[in-house]
């Protein structure tokens, strides 16, 4: 399907750029920020910032799971790790800083920490090991938390419990949009969240912010159509809610996902790394799912722990004030042997794709 | 962590079903979030499809595109 479309056509490439370079008449700085890890890899791995003009900015909002997921849930994954707990996460948990020390850290001092692709792999070892306790760490957006809520719904094994940090995204879209010194012009919405919470939830961005608002797919097509449908926008002083990518999301999502996420979570204001309290952001288990929750059932509750390392800039790249390169640590005393901040963890963290691959960020635009 | 990539069903039992993800990759997924059936693509998250992508939506993409950028901006 992918190569019938051409979704990385750079005919088409170039014909898009050409209407965005027609379509910015002044010199005002437009910036736009997407929300997802997927896109600004898409973003920096295909070179979209140095196909724009000097004065379009993309930047990258909280858009990785992993990079904003506090010190202190980390801290009580490696305190169940420390009690001889399995501990189960996916691969890019695994190394992102607590407060003193990563799961991977617990791990090489011999605590079992196991690296799962997927829910299924840690419900399969806790059945096949009856005699020990399991811990799934839930770390994603809306993406994974209905697996999550799936698994639970569905009565999994007893000795598997869930330390639950799933959080939402439009509740931080929210954040941004109030931001008076980010300013922003466009919003490009994650693609894979929206395929399913649906369009609804960011109706509020054109609507109340007057903030063009596209979701967008993960081609680079998709993010240059995306770029330029809100340019269109904002020349026409008509921001509203567009969906570039409707090949996978319907406009009322999957329902059977939000069904089950509301069958096994409430919604609670939550600390984001970072970001400090967002109201009404993170998915916490229902009281009738008590027995599945790992804070509950190890009695284990960690408020406070310190989510920015000294010198660390990760609260600013995280929110796209800071590039990753205005960090004094990055590719320093920060890389991704030995990440000191959380977005130089996830190969979905801004700094992580940043320093992989070495794109310079202000090239000067190319001629086509 | 939100990628997820497109796969094809070759086969079904009850929530589990074989799809290919090209390249000869085969894997076990779970697919009792979505209705789909042997033959749909799906798009596959951390081990469990969590949408159909619809061939037909895809083609009116790109028809949308072209309309988009022959009009005035």
């Not at chain 1, 094994?157 to 929210?174: C, D, G, Q, T, Y």
């Amino acid at each position: 399907m992918i190569e019938k479309l051409k979704f990385r056509d750079a005919k088409l490439a170039s014909r898009i750029v050409n209407k965005i370079r027609g379509t910015v008449e002044n010199e005002r700085t437009i910036k736009i920020c997407h929300v997802c890890g997927t896109h600004e890899y898409t973003i920096t791995h295909y070179g979209i910032r140095t196909l724009l003009p000097s004065n379009v900015e993309v930047i990258a909002g909280p858009g990785c799971p992993v990079c904003i997921v506090p010190a202190s849930e980390v801290d009580e994954a490696v305190e169940l790790a420390k009690r001889d707990i399995v501990v189960t996460c996916f691969g890019d948990v695994l190394r992102v800083p607590g407060s003193e020390m990563s799961l991977l850290d617990a791990k090489a001092q011999g605590a079992d920490v196991r690296v799962v692709y997927s829910l299924t792999d840690a419900i399969k070892m806790a059945q096949a090991e009856e005699n020990k306790e399991f811990v799934f760490f839930a770390v994603g957006f809306e993406t994974t938390s209905p697996s999550t809520a799936f698994e639970i719904a569905n009565k999994p094994p007893e000795n598997l419990s869930f330390l639950v940090s799933h959080r939402l995204i439009p509740p931080a879209m929210k954040l941004l949009a109030e931001m008076e010194d980010l300013g922003l012009d466009g919003f490009i919405a994650p693609g894979h969240v929206s395929t399913i919470i649906g369009l609804k939830p960011y109706e509020v961005f054109p609507k109340t912010y007057r903030i063009p608002t596209i979701i967008a797919g993960f081609e680079p097509i998709d993010i240059l159509m995306s770029v330029y449908m809100i340019l269109r926008q904002q020349k026409r002083h008509a921001p509203k809610l567009e969906n570039e990518y409707m090949r996978a999301v319907h406009p009322e999502g999957n329902m059977k996902a939000q069904e089950l996420m509301n069958r096994a979570f409430d919604v609670i204001d939550s600390n984001w790394r970072g970001l400090g309290t967002i109201p009404t952001s993170r998915f916490l288990l229902k009281g009738e799912y008590r027995s599945c929750d790992a804070n509950l059932k190890y009695g284990v509750k960690i408020e406070r722990g310190i989510d920015i390392q000294q010198g660390c800039k990760c609260h600013l790249v995280v929110v796209g004030k800071t590039k990753p390169t205005d960090c004094p640590l990055f590719m320093k005393r920060c890389t991704p042997e030995n990440p000191i901040g959380a977005c130089m963890v996830s190969n979905e963290g801004t700094c992580r794709i940043w320093a992989r691959i070495t794109i310079p960020y202000s090239l000067p635009a190319s001629p086509i | 962590m939100c990628l997820a990539i497109p796969a094809k069903i070759m086969t079904k039992n009850g929530n589990l079903a074989q799809v290919d993800f090209g390249e000869a990759v085969l894997r076990e997924v779970n697919v009792s979030l979505v209705e789909a059936k042997v033959g749909d693509y799906v798009l596959v998250h951390a081990g469990y499809a969590i949408q159909v992508l619809d061939e037909q939506e895809a083609l009116e993409t790109l028809r949308l595109w072209n309309e988009i950028l022959q009009a005035e901006a």
